[in-house]
């Protein structure tokens, strides 16, 4: 299996069609602007992922990891460990000290462990609330 980099404008439809065939709310594509790698066999893209990076503390954030729907469960977790695989010798090489994920899926919290992950809460649901960025004023920091 390999890794490729996404693609902004040609890989937002597939992997909108993975969320919603996986029952889940499509990512505004304007969130997928960070590092995102997809993992493919031949011409079948199995999985994809983004890395989200605060390099005010050190801290990359392993995000949104999607499967294409007909994968197998053998290909999505080769797919994962080899997106995490390359997402961390990136983290490490920018200076990166730690690198946080999100899972829903036990299988995928089982496949994370076996590429080194803890598990810090064991029960958290993953949200987003999208905003409309407005220039303003900020009253809370007044």
């Known amino acids: 299996m390999n890794v490729r980099l996404y693609e902004q404008g040609t890989d937002y439809p597939i992997v909108k069609n993975w969320w919603e065939e996986n029952g889940m709310v499509a990512m505004p594509e304007h969130l997928l602007k960070a590092t995102g790698y997809i993992s493919h066999e031949g011409d079948k893209d199995i999985a994809a992922a983004w890395l989200y990076m ?3 503390v050190s801290v990359a ?16 977790h080769q797919a994962h460990q080899d997106i995490v695989e390359c997402f961390q010798i990136f983290a490490e090489s920018e200076g ?47």
Not at 67 to 72: F, H, K, L, W
Not at 104 to 121: C, D, Q, Y
Request: proline content about 11%; aromatic content about 12%; overall charge positive.
């Open 54 to 56: 605060d390099y005010s």
């Open 96 to 142: 990166f000290s730690v690198m946080m994920a999100f899972y829903e899926k036990p299988s995928l919290v089982k496949v994370a462990k076996r590429s080194g992950f803890m598990v810090n809460h064991q029960s958290v649901t993953e949200m987003f609330k999208p905003l409309t960025p407005q220039p303003q004023e900020m009253p809370c920091l007044l």
């Open 61 to 76: 954030w392993c995000n949104l990891f999607i499967s294409n729907p007909e994968a197998s469960p053998k290909q999505i």
